[in-house]
């Protein structure tokens, strides 16, 4: 089992930065991909951004160019670094992750919200 924690979320205004942060514990030698998805009120969950165990990452179009996902393997921990924030990225990000085995992880979520 792995267990996700996420933190970093919060109100910011348009344009500006977050940070999110996720934290897996558990059996995290069985990870192979991390990733933050976000799901908007009445909205599918979608991706944002994931991170192999190679470091190979994959960005949704809505974000590329704004956002950097990285991945800290010796301290089992996946980061969001989000600029140039819009009000349409407004969401709960939550932090997944994939086993070897195709087995499927979720944190509990974290709720980010751009407005002035």
């Known amino acids: 089992q792995v267990q996700l924690v996420e933190s970093g979320g919060g109100l910011v205004q348009p344009g500006g930065s977050l940070s999110l942060s996720c934290v897996a514990s558990?059996?995290?030698?069985?990870?192979?991909?991390m990733g933050w998805y976000r799901q908007a009120p009445g909205t599918q969950r979608e991706l944002v951004a994931i991170?192999?165990?190679?470091?190979?990452?994959r960005y949704a179009d809505s974000v590329k160019g704004r956002v950097t996902i990285s991945r800290d393997l010796s301290k089992r921990t996946v980061t969001l670094q989000m600029n140039s924030l819009k009000p349409e990225d407004t969401a709960v990000y939550f932090c997944?992750?994939?086993?070897?085995?195709?087995?499927?992880?979720w944190g509990q979520g974290t709720q980010v919200t751009i407005s002035s």
């Open positions: 558990g059996s995290t030698f069985n990870i192979n991909i």
């Open positions: 991170i192999t165990l190679s470091g190979t990452t």
């Open positions: 997944h992750a994939e086993s070897f085995q195709g087995v499927h992880y």
